[in-house]
């Protein structure tokens, strides 16, 4: 009965020890992200997206796999400063396995306020973001002005008028 107890108490201890483990730190994950790009650590930064990763950015046709995204980021980085943003609020959800984790962000950013948003894939030892994208927010008082600057911008007048 002895060794029935101690076995139960050290599976429990065992199981407790694991969940521990295998606990996801999102914010972190995000966070290290973005200061990497802040302190222009190419490796670091570039090392969180996944090998078929898709970067989202502001422009309309802003959309990179992770070698196009780098190749286009490598100058910026290689000057010694890259981008400087900051979550203040994050929302996140994962599937009950915790394979896929998606989540949402408001930045401080040089654009002023942007929104963020992605999935990551949780390879249990690492997480890796897949997907992300980067948005401009506009606050709806001022959407009628953007509007006609849009309609100033000869790519999106294009794109406007022809779809």
């Not at 490598?74 to 900051?86: L, N, T």
């Amino acid at each position: 009965m002895k060794q029935f107890l101690l076995l139960s108490i050290f599976a429990l201890v065992a199981i407790s020890c694991r969940q521990n483990d295998s606990h996801i730190d999102v914010d972190q994950f995000m966070d290290d992200w973005h200061k990497a790009a802040a302190e222009a650590n190419f490796k670091a930064y570039f090392s969180k997206l996944d090998t078929d990763a898709i970067y989202l950015g502001t422009q309309w046709d802003e959309r990179w796999t992770k070698k196009e995204f780098a190749t286009f980021s490598k100058p910026y980085f290689d000057r010694g400063r890259a981008w400087d943003f900051s979550a203040f609020e994050r929302q996140y959800y994962m599937l009950e396995n915790k394979s896929l984790i998606w989540f949402e962000e408001s930045l401080h950013t040089w654009m002023g306020v942007c929104r963020g948003s992605g999935v990551i894939r949780n390879y249990g030892d690492s997480l890796r973001i897949v997907h992300y994208n980067l948005s401009v927010t506009i606050s709806n008082d001022l959407v009628h002005d953007f509007v006609e600057l849009v309609k100033k911008d000869s790519i999106n007048s294009f794109l406007m008028n022809n779809n």
